[in-house]
């Protein structure tokens, strides 16, 4: 599956930005899906995640009740709807599949496919 992030770009603190991840290649439906970031000089770290059905979701502890990520399987689309940014939110932001329709998927190495990563800068 080939995957293309796109939505970023420069917010003040406090602002809003959704993040979209346009799927294509393979059934999107079959794919587990997750946003991570990477700061500069940092590692890449998990944001959130959502199985197939998006039943089950998943968030780092500071971007939980600012974040939400979603899907939509007809559109072969992911999305994370980020709110009330922070300085500490600028990053790269990639998303990520892997096959599999449920689960608890929170490393790098979990995920077989990535998308270019699309910049978020939060200016204060």
């Known amino acids: 599956v080939q995957l293309q992030a796109s939505g970023g770009g420069l917010v003040q603190v406090g602002g809003s930005l959704r993040l979209s991840c346009a799927a294509s290649?393979?059934?999107?439906?079959?794919?587990?899906m997750g946003w991570f970031r990477q700061a500069p000089g940092k590692e890449r770290e998990f944001v959130a995640s959502?199985?197939?059905?998006?039943?089950?979701?998943a968030y780092l502890d500071s971007v939980k009740g600012r974040f939400t990520i979603s899907r939509d399987n007809v559109k072969n689309t992911v999305y994370l709807q980020m709110n009330s940014l922070k300085p500490e939110d600028t990053a790269v932001y990639y998303c990520?599949?892997?096959?599999?329709?449920?689960?608890?998927?929170?490393?790098?190495?979990?995920?077989?496919?990535w998308g270019q990563g699309t910049l978020v800068t939060v200016s204060s």
């Open positions: 990520a599949a892997r096959q599999g329709y449920s689960g608890t998927y929170y490393y790098t190495s979990d995920y077989d496919y």
């Open positions: 290649g393979r059934p999107f439906s079959s794919y587990f």
């Open positions: 959502t199985s197939v059905s998006s039943g089950s979701t």
